[in-house]
């Protein structure tokens, strides 16, 4: 059976087939994404006010920071739930 190659338009508009290192490296990618956006809300909602003056602390604004840092936290473990396990097998063992 032959395969019929797509149209060059097509080809441009579409991605290359995604290997599966391919879609690993990119949902590492966004989860890093996620841990630095996460590491950024506690540390400006949380770390910041207390080293600068502890009566700069507000405990709405420290807890709405540490809620938003955690389910970015959580966004970045989900996406790294989807990455493939693989096993490797040495050869000789």
């Not at 991605?15 to 990618?29: M, S």
């Not at 990455?83 to 097998?89: A, H």
């Amino acid at each position: 059976m032959t395969t019929k190659k797509p149209h060059p338009v097509l080809r441009v508009l579409l991605p290359p087939r995604q290997t599966p290192k391919h879609l690993e490296d990119r949902l590492k990618a966004l989860a890093a994404i996620f841990q630095t956006l996460a590491l950024s809300a506690w540390g400006l909602g949380i770390l910041t006010p207390l080293m600068t003056t502890y009566t700069a602390v507000n405990l709405t604004h420290a807890g709405l920071s540490f809620v938003l840092g955690a389910a970015l936290e959580l966004c970045s473990l989900t996406l790294l739930a989807y990455v493939p396990y693989t096993v490797e097998t040495k050869e000789g063992a």
